[in-house]
């Protein structure tokens, strides 16, 4: 237990693996998220905000003004109100403090932190000079010289690997640093670590990782000798120094490693199979694809993507289902890449074939792909698997029909799975059997059935705008009131428009409108676009400070224009 930790927590770090996942939007997405277009005005945490402290604080005479200000530098520099003018500004003013010099250690330890922390790299030798008298500054910009790549401290990393009492987090600060910047003429100061009889168990892999790290060839030897001793670790040690060479020799002993050693030396084993010994690669990918650990499966996608035969498109296809979701989501997007190249018949084999499966997993993805693929023809399963009992099933089957339903054979069966679940709300209530997902299942539908504008659901919709006491639920009503939007787009009914209103202002302090609903009344409104609902839409129209606010600006606008446009 003890090696399998360490080891996992040092491959983890230390071994990095070239995975380039493609960029697709977020599935699950309600219509009325999208259309019309306001923007990401769902999404709060990308919304900017106010920076809650004043930046020129760090020029303050007050000892905790500084201090403070580098702490909250530190905690907000992700935010969206650190933009690049107040970064700047940071950054002249820390430099402009340290350079001073002569300030008390908390707020030199607070500066150097804020100031590694949001620097590119271009005040490494500056910061690492300020560091010099305090250790703690000194090992914080030390982890940032790293990451920068930066020569700055070079050669007190060498000089530090000499020293026979220097402490064991500083030989770590300086392996790590050795590892992203020096050269093979360190290997001989590293290989005394490797086999030092003072050395750590964890400087211990540092020194073979930094080995492995600057060596593309020439440690086979060494590499021999540790599986062959009683070293603790030898596999990963002898994994780790021979990660990127490419000789037959390293090949046989990766072969022995990824055979004998454990889970976490397989798994470097088995990316550098696949990255640097294809031939072996195609041998081992079925094994690799059966692996316990899923970043050696995740290594043998990344290969079989490289490849153009049918067989390594079908043991792709196997894993949609696989029990590991960032694995299922690699094989996705790598089997949707493939169908636009051209290899969609085989993908469409693939696609089948976990619609049909028992596993939910490789049926939720199947879905995905379709989706992506725009494959229509799929819409007769996807009615089906409405009634799948898994949940992550049934949704995106919804979501599915929402996206892709065309034909009025389909939207009939749509609409009679929707009228089947309102009949069941009615007069029950999202009670026991309907959960949450099936509510989110049949607004999919709603937004389906109004997406193309299928007039038979009106009356059904039309039920789902009482409050009722929530019976209908929230997130399908809301779906349903943006479905009549789109149904009765520049219609005139002004009942329904009262009652949209209605929702709209009731604010009752004891079970008031949902937001959400409230949010599309306002879109419905604006796509019926008549006068009379103006007065109700100014009146919540907050400046699109909040999502009801971008909706009534929106809605304004719409209303504005089909009206001029009747004149």
Known sequence: MKFQVLGLLLCSVFFQCDFIFAQYSQPLQHLWEVQPDLGDIWNRANQPTRLLFDIELLDSSEIQDQVHAAQLICNSYESKAFTPPVR????????????????????HRSMVSALALISDGSHAKMLWDVSQRDPLARSRVERSLVQWKSLVAIESWRGRLKVTDARPVDIALALEGLA???????????????????????????????????????????????LASNVEHRYLLAAHL???????????????????????????????????????AVEFAPRFLTHDDPEVRLSALAFLQSQTDETSLKLQGSLLRDRNSDVRQLVGNQLTAKAKAGQKAIVDEC??????????????????????????????????????PQAEVNMFAGWALMELAEEPEILEEVYAHAQKATEFLSIRGPDGKYKDTDLIRISYLHEALGRKRYEPAIGMLLKYV????????????????????????DKDDPALRARLMERMRDLAPVLPEDYLVRFSCALALGEMGFEDSIATLEEFNDGSLSELGHACTWALGKIRSATADRK
């Open 88 to 107: 700047d500004r940071a950054i002249e003013l820390l430099v402009a403090k340290l350079e001073k010099g002569s300030m008390p250690l908390q707020v």
């Open 180 to 226: 992203a910047v020096g050269d093979p003429k360190d290997n001989n100061a590293l290989e005394e670590v490797l086999r030092g009889n003072r050395t750590t168990q964890s400087n211990r892999h540092l020194a073979a990782n930094a080995m492995g790290q600057l060596n593309q060839r020439g440690l086979e030897e060494l590499a021999k000798s540790v």
């Open 242 to 280: 021979i990660k990127r060479h490419t000789s037959e020799s390293a090949l046989e002993y990766m072969r022995v490693i990824y055979e004998e050693g454990p889970p976490v030396a397989q798994r470097i084993a088995a990316h550098s199979i696949c990255v640097l010994f294809p031939m072996t």
């Open 351 to 388: 696609i089948t074939e976990q619609l049909n499966g028992e596993l939910w997993p490789g049926i939720e993805q199947a879905i995905l792909v379709a989706v992506r693929l725009k494959d229509t023809s799929r819409c007769r399963k996807f009615v089906e698997l409405l009634s799948h």
């Open 466 to 489: 009482p409050k009722n006491d929530f019976k209908l639920g929230i997130v399908s009503r809301a779906s349903a009131i943006w479905a009549l939007g789109q149904l009765l787009d």
